[in-house]
């Protein structure tokens, strides 16, 4: 199993740009988050997601938008990148129980010029 | 939502034991004590979580405190590669985890 996997890993973007994180897990876990990680700082959640087809937002979803159309990919699109968006971004994925034990990817290292 | 709180940073000799600290006075009834810890350049990975009672599995053990209002993860013998950031968590009734600063936890040989 590959877990959780994300790509890109690193990716530099002027402001004003647009992309798209991709998120994928072959756990057949049913829910997935995205996080940030600035420097110095811990996990922030970005949005989340319960199942396929449902999203929430998380504690900082200003400038983000998601997509859960299938069950193992998870989507985090940037608009319009802003340098305040630069930081590192995890996602992460469970499986429906007590614990919730998140299982976390490599992360995307994201700068925004 | 509940918070935690954590030294900022710990150090401990190499095969001695460490004892991680963390506060969380406002804890209600129904939130998970949930520790992840990331080591450099990864992605957080799972510890331990506990409800009410202590807690062991093959990476550490988890103290409770009868009021539940600390808890203190226990690392039995600690090796170099046990250095990390040791995050302590409250996990109430929805998916959301807070995982604050952390505590940084140095190894020395």
């Known amino acids: 199993n590959a877990g959780v996997t994300q790509t890109p890993k690193f990716r530099v973007l002027k402001t004003g740009q647009s992309m798209t994180l991709l998120c994928a897990q072959d756990?057949?876990?049913?829910?997935m988050y995205w996080y940030r990680q600035d420097p110095g700082m811990g996990l922030r959640l970005i949005h989340y997601?319960?199942?396929?087809?449902?999203?929430a937002k998380g504690e900082v979803p200003d400038g983000y938008n998601v997509s859960r159309l299938k069950k193992q990919n998870f989507l985090l699109g940037l608009e319009s990148a802003a340098p305040s968006q630069t930081s590192v971004y995890f996602c992460?994925?469970?499986?429906?129980?007590?614990?919730?034990?998140?299982?976390f990817g490599p992360g995307t290292r994201l700068t925004v010029l | 939502d509940a918070k935690t709180t954590q030294p900022n940073s710990m150090e401990s000799n190499e095969e001695e034991p460490v004892h991680l600290p963390c506060n969380h006075s406002?804890?209600?009834?129904?939130?998970?004590i949930h520790w992840y810890r990331q080591l450099p350049s990864q992605g957080p990975e799972y510890v331990i979580h506990?409800?009410?009672s202590n807690v062991n599995n093959r990476m550490a053990s988890l103290a409770i405190a009868e009021d539940r209002k600390s808890s203190t993860l226990i690392l039995h013998r600690a090796t170099l590669r046990d250095a990390a950031v040791y995050y302590c968590?409250?996990?109430?009734?929805?998916?959301?985890?807070?995982f604050g600063t952390g505590t940084s936890l140095t190894v020395i040989p």
């Open positions: 968590i409250l996990k109430s009734g929805g998916n959301q985890f807070y």
């Open positions: 997601s319960v199942g396929e087809g449902t999203t």
């Open positions: 756990m057949n876990h049913e829910y």
């Open positions: 992460a994925s469970s499986a429906v129980s007590s614990a919730n034990e998140q299982f």
């Open positions: 506990g409800l009410t």
């Open positions: 406002t804890i209600s009834g129904t939130d998970y």
